[in-house]
């Protein structure tokens, strides 16, 4: 069963970068693909960054694209999400999930907290 979690969150200027990490575990990491989300108070989670079990396949929502980067590290199993250019608008919790096949797994991990001032 998958667990997942992220760490690297925190408070930063508009402008600002920061560089979330998710670990997981109880998978075959190189087989999952993988992806980052978001979620807003009173929004609806939605994903932000993807990236394939080949690693090369990465696609991005408009709204990050130029200013987020997905990697992943297959030896700590973990997925990074590099953010830079910071906008309040990207305040939000961070989570990342783990697909395979088509299907993302239920096993959410706790999110890390992004806060952007301005």
């Known amino acids: 069963q998958v667990r997942l979690v992220e760490s690297g969150g925190g408070l930063v200027q508009s402008g600002g970068s920061l560089r979330l990490s998710c670990v997981a575990s109880?998978?075959?990491?190189?087989?999952?693909?993988m992806g980052w989300f978001r979620q807003a108070p009173g929004k609806e989670r939605q994903l932000v960054a993807y990236?394939?079990?080949?690693?090369?396949?990465?696609n991005y929502a408009d709204s990050v694209k130029g200013r987020f980067t997905i990697s992943r590290d297959e030896a700590k199993k973990t997925v990074y999400l590099q953010m830079n250019s910071l906008k309040p608008d990207d305040t939000a919790v961070y989570y990342c999930?783990?697909?395979?096949?088509?299907?993302?797994?239920?096993?959410w991990g706790q999110g890390t907290q992004v806060t952007v001032s301005s």
């Open positions: 999930n783990a697909q395979y096949g088509r299907a993302w797994s239920n096993n």
């Open positions: 109880g998978i075959v990491f190189r087989n999952f693909n």
């Open positions: 990236i394939g079990a080949n690693g090369y396949t990465k």
